[in-house]
C-alpha cells in the first residue's frame, strides 16, 4: 500500500462563513473514489469540496478579505521560488490572470486512517454530538458516534473490494459537520447524508492549512477541522400532482339568439386591434 504524504505539524485553526459549492463537489462518504480513475488507492481518498462567498450582504467582503489571506499564507510558504503548486486554490483556471477569491479554494477530509495511527480520543472529540437514526453507528456512549468500515456508503460498487481490503488496516474518519441546531444541540451529519445537507449549504467553516514539499513540488491541503451548518442547501420540490392546464373561460355566456347574452344584455363583440 502507497504511504501517504509525510505528516505535517498542525497550523493554526482559520475560520471562515462559506458556501460549499455544488459543482466539482465530491464532499461524499468515499469522495467519489472510483477503482481506474481516481489518482491513489481508497485508503488515502479525500471528501472535498470548494468552499465559495456566501454572496451574504451582512458580512459582505469578509471572504473577499479571507481568501487574500489565505492566498499571501500559501505564496509565502512557497516564498517564489517557481516551484509546481497544487491543492486549496485552483492556480491554472483563471486564464485571465492570477487566482481570485472568486475561485474559492478547496477544502477537503481525510476518509480513512491506519488503524496504528488511530486516536480513539481525538477522534470523539471530533464527532461529539447526539445520533438520531445512527444506521451505521457502534455506539456505547450515546454522545458519541464512531462507525464502521464494513458499512462505509459507496457511490460506486466497483469500489466494495478495495473497501474490504481495507477493514483489517484502516477505519473510517466522518466528516466533523454538524447540522442546524435544534433544541440546544447539533446533530453529527451522517455519512449517507453529507450530499442532501451539505450540497450548497452555507457553514461556518474550521480549518487548518497543511503545506508540503515532494518532488519538487509544492502541496497544500484545507483540512477541515469542524463545520456547522447555517443556511441548508436550497431543495426546489416538484409538485406531486401536473399543474392543470389553463383553460380559456368566456367573459359572458351566449345562447346563441341575435348576438345577445343569456341575461338579455348585447353580447361583447371581439375585434382585433
Not at 74 to 97: A, H, M, P, R, Y
Not at 137 to 162: M, V
Not at 233 to 255: A, G, N, Y
Amino acid at each position: 500500500m502507497p504511504a501517504g504524504p509525510p505528516a505535517s505539524p498542525l497550523a493554526a485553526v482559520l475560520s471562515a462563513i462559506v458556501r460549499l459549492k455544488k459543482e466539482d463537489y465530491y464532499l461524499i462518504a468515499c469522495g467519489d473514489w472510483k477503482p481506474n480513475w481516481s489518482k491513489g488507492p481508497l485508503a488515502n481518498a479525500r471528501a472535498s469540496a470548494v468552499a465559495e462567498d456566501p454572496n451574504i450582504p451582512i458580512i459582505d467582503g469578509d471572504y473577499e478579505a479571507g481568501w487574500a489571506n489565505l492566498n499571501r499564507l500559501v505564496e509565502k510558504k512557497v516564498d517564489g521560488d517557481g516551484l509546481q503548486i497544487s491543492g486549496l486554490i485552483n492556480w491554472t483556471s483563471n486564464t485571465n490572470g492570477p487566482p481570485n477569491y472568486r475561485q474559492g479554494f478547496r477544502v477537503s477530509h481525510r476518509i480513512f486512517e491506519m488503524k496504528k495511527k488511530y486516536d480513539p480520543a481525538t477522534n470523539r472529540r471530533a464527532t461529539r454530538g447526539i445520533a438520531r437514526g445512527e444506521s451505521l453507528a457502534g455506539i456505547d456512549d450515546p454522545e458519541y458516534i464512531e462507525f464502521s468500515i464494513k458499512d462505509w456508503p459507496l457511490r460506486h460498487p466497483e469500489a466494495k473490494p478495495e473497501l474490504q481490503k481495507l477493514e483489517q488496516t484502516h477505519v473510517p474518519i466522518p466528516v466533523p459537520a454538524y447540522d442546524l441546531e435544534r433544541e440546544g444541540c447539533r446533530d453529527l451529519i451522517l455519512p449517507p447524508d453529507y450530499e442532501v445537507k451539505l450540497k450548497g449549504a452555507v457553514v461556518q467553516l474550521e480549518f487548518h492549512v497543511n503545506h508540503w514539499k515532494i518532488n519538487d513540488k509544492h502541496s497544500f491541503t484545507a483540512d477541515v477541522t469542524k463545520m456547522r451548518v447555517l443556511v441548508p442547501p436550497v431543495v426546489l420540490h416538484t409538485p406531486d400532482t401536473p399543474t392543470p392546464k389553463r383553460k380559456r373561460v368566456r367573459r359572458f355566456e351566449r345562447d346563441g339568439r341575435n348576438g345577445e347574452s343569456r341575461d338579455g344584455s348585447p353580447a361583447p363583440i371581439r375585434r382585433r386591434l
